[in-house]
């Protein structure tokens, strides 16, 4: 499975920004795709999910209600629509595909192919 994330970029706080990314060698089933990001000195946080299966999405609370994950089956794409950025979204974020566990979906340890992540900036 490759994963690559493009459409990281510096924007200024209140901006928005469409991350991609692109999934091949994997076959879209019973599976989850996620975002997750990374602040320097911070720990990986899964940020949104989308279920293959029945396209159910799941968010954290630090992006709901402006962040939305979407996706397209037929391309093997999947996009995270960001909105109302934030200084503290400054990160590394990443996309990922794992385990639909609905317990705890945006639990990193469910994801074991990931991308090589695309860097978000936001200034104040």
């Known amino acids: 499975v490759q994963l690559v994330e493009s459409g990281g970029d510096l924007v200024q706080t209140g901006g928005s920004l469409r991350l991609s990314c692109a999934i091949s060698g994997f076959t879209f089933d019973d599976n989850a795709i996620g975002w997750f990001r990374q602040a320097p000195g911070e720990a990986r946080e899964g940020i949104s999910c989308?279920?293959?299966?029945?396209?159910?999405?799941y968010y954290g609370d630090s992006v709901k209600g402006r962040f939305t994950i979407s996706s397209d089956n037929t391309k093997k794409m999947v996009y995270l629509q960001m909105d109302n950025l934030r200084p503290e979204d400054t990160a590394v974020y990443y996309c990922?595909?794992?385990?639909?566990?609905?317990?705890?979906?945006?639990?990193?340890?469910?994801?074991?192919?990931w991308g090589q992540g695309t860097q978000v900036t936001v200034s104040s």
């Open positions: 990922a595909v794992g385990s639909f566990i609905k317990a705890s979906p945006l639990q990193p340890l469910w994801y074991d192919s």
């Open positions: 989308i279920s293959v299966r029945d396209s159910s999405t």
